[in-house]
Nanobody, 119 residues
Framework: QVQLAESGGCSVQPGGSLRLSCAASGSIFRINTMGWYRQAPGKERELVASISSGSWTNYADSVKGRFTISRDNGKNTVFLQMNSLKPEDTAVYYC?????????????WGQGTQVTVSS
């Protein structure tokens, strides 16, 4: 079994910063791409940022220049540094990891962590 444990979500004022963390644990052979998604009330889940095992990154246009994704492969952990937060960043943020088991790959999700940006 594989589990993803997120932390770091909370309430913050506009312009503030937060750092989300997500640690994968369990029977892990190899983690490929890791990423962060978010879902606001009444909206579909959307990709925020992703990072490959070789640290290639991809960002949603709405967060480019404000958010930075990084990972620690030795600790099976992915981070999301969020700066200059806006009210529209309010959402539940979910960690995602694509993990290889031999020739198969399976996607895992965390439980989600709430980020609220409000004055």
């Amino acid at each position: 079994q594989v589990q993803l444990a997120e932390s770091g979500g909370c309430s913050v004022q506009p312009g503030g910063s937060l750092r989300l963390s997500c640690a994968a644990s369990g029977s892990i052979f190899r983690i490929n791409t890791m990423g962060w998604y978010r879902q606001a009330p009444g909206k579909e889940r959307e990709l925020v940022a992703s990072i490959s095992s070789g640290s290639w990154t991809n960002y949603a246009d709405s967060v480019k220049g404000r958010f930075t994704i990084s990972r620690d492969n030795g600790k099976n952990t992915v981070f999301l540094q969020m700066n200059s937060l806006k009210p529209e960043d309010t959402a539940v943020y979910y960690c995602n990891a694509n993990i290889s088991f031999g020739i198969s790959v399976k996607a895992y999700w965390g439980q989600g962590t709430q980020v609220t940006v409000s004055s």
